[in-house]
């Protein structure tokens, strides 16, 4: 992508209007845009990033055995008058009527749609278990809306629906969640902390937040501090095997963590003073567990082996993609702005020209624009006529995690310098060398 036809509308201020650094940094770099209150464009640079992050996602959501669908924003109030919670949802949900004077709704959630597809053609055990997910836009009048995408008021969710014959099942779809979770956010090159929730009338302790600690995050968290150093399920995980899942839940689940609504003094103080953790969270994932809460008021039932019917156990398991972005830069980022894991950077790296115009800087950087996409790397290639000064700016804001750059002195004697957006450091070496380094 050539900067000079690109759309990255850069503002040089700091926008008043945000409060943390996340928003900041993504009305800066022209990564989102505000519509009405709570409502966002997502401009193409943040829009790269989203799709990165929806990409790592779904990877992980199908390598668990998920099966993806793409179900409607606008859902008929029906649904949720039989599940009762037409009623019950309150003012977030947003209510309208279509020109029949029907009344819908803007989905802030999909369990009426998703068991309503599921009992509309599911009718045996043997179908189970099932697991239906979608990557979709939800609208909850919040309140707050605030700090940009970290709470608006339309936002992307990915949500998967289990559906299991029995509650021992449905643990199993919940344990294949879970190391999914772990997962997606080690990709996404976060570190997140499954957290005790509330289940609510349910009961169980079959509910868990994802948390990030941020000092600027909503939630109050305590847990062990040996969680930031727990490892991760690997690529290989069997999602099938019913221990090793086990096995895993057990492990992320056996020292202290909670959010203030479950928090439990006497229990974190019996953990030993230096290993108490007591910080501030993002929530960027829930996972619930919740048994036939959808399936029984909606008629949502299979034949099983001992051929009487039976109401399907279910569970539904959210991530907040737009959410995520900003609490990526709220985890990473310097006084210069973003610093993008690679898994989710916009670009792989940005060539950038110090001199356009000039003959030797022109060709080099064309060169390495041209054997750089031809890799199959994602490219930006500074070509614009501002100072280099500015384009260093630009660069350092956006957050690519490497830098080549192309100025007369290094040219004039075949080199170029790259450098690491993360830690600063500058290499100089030949054009050859820089090519390979991506190439190789
Ligand atoms: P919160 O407690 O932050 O209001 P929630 O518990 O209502 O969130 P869930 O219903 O569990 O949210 O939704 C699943 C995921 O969707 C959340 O973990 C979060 O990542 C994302 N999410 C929820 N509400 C918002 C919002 N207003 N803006 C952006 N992302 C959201
Ligand atoms: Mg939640």
């Known amino acids: 992508m050539r900067l000079s036809r690109y759309f990255m509308p850069i503002l040089k201020e700091n926008p008043k ?43 992980e959501q199908n390598r668990a ?11 008929s109030a029906e649904l949720w008058q039989e599940s009762g919670r037409y009623d019950a949802y309150g003012k977030e949900m947003l209510r309208i009527k279509d020109r029949q004077d029907r009344p819908m709704l803007y989905g802030p959630t999909n369990e009426e749609m998703v068991t309503d597809i599921f009992r509309s053609s599911v009718k045996s055990y043997k ?25 608006s008021r339309e936002f992307m969710m990915k949500d998967a629906y289990s559906f299991d014959l029995t509650r021992e099942g449905a643990e199993h779809s919940y344990n294949k969640m879970f190391a999914a979770y772990l997962r997606t956010f080690d990709r996404l090159g976060l570190r997140a902390i499954p957290m005790r929730a509330d289940t609510g009338p349910i009961g169980g302790k079959l509910s868990h937040e994802f948390i990030i600690l ?14 930031v150093d727990f490892d991760i399920p690997g690529e290989h995980t069997d999602f099938d095997s019913v221990e090793g899942l086990q096995a895993i839940f057990d492990k992320w689940t056996s020292l202290y963590a909670a959010t203030s609504e479950m928090h439990d003094e006497a229990a974190f103080n019996a953990v030993p003073e230096g290993d108490r953790l007591s910080a501030r969270g993002i929530e960027v994932g829930h996972i619930f567990y919740f048994g036939t809460k959808y399936s029984e008021p909606m008629g949502a039932k299979v034949q099983g082996p001992d051929g009487k019917e039976h109401f399907v156990h279910m569970g539904s398991y959210g991530i907040g993609p737009t959410r995520l972005v900003p609490a990526i830069i709220e985890a990473s980022h310097d006084d210069n702005g973003i610093i993008w894991p690679a898994s989710v950077a916009p670009f792989d790296v940005v060539v950038i020209n110090m001199k356009a115009g000039d003959q030797a800087c022109d060709d080099t950087c064309e060169l390495i624009y041209a054997a750089l996409t031809k890799a199959g790397k994602d490219v930006l290639y500074d070509d614009t006529d501002d100072r280099a000064g500015t384009k260093f700016a630009t660069a350092d804001l956006i957050g690519v995690p490497v830098q080549i750059i192309a100025g007369p002195r290094a040219v004039a004697n075949g080199e170029v310098e790259v450098k690491d957006r993360k830690t600063g450091a500058r290499e100089t070496m030949t054009i050859e060398a820089a090519i390979n380094r991506f190439v190789a």
């Open 127 to 151: 179908d189970l278990p099932l697991n239906l997910y979608h990557i979709q836009l939800k609208f909850r009048d919040e309140i707050r809306p605030r700090f940009g995408t970290m709470r």
């Open 214 to 227: 941020a000092d600027t995050g909503e939630s109050e968290v305590f847990c062990h501090k040996d969680f």
């Open 65 to 75: 055995g998920a099966i993806e669908l793409s179900m409607p924003t606008l859902q």
């Open 17 to 59: 209007e945000a409060e943390i650094v996340s928003h900041r940094l993504m009305l800066r770099a022209g990564m989102i845009r505000q519509q009405s209150q709570g409502i966002y464009s997502w401009l193409p640079l943040g829009k790269r990033v989203l799709d990165k992050v929806n990409a790592i996602i779904r990877d």
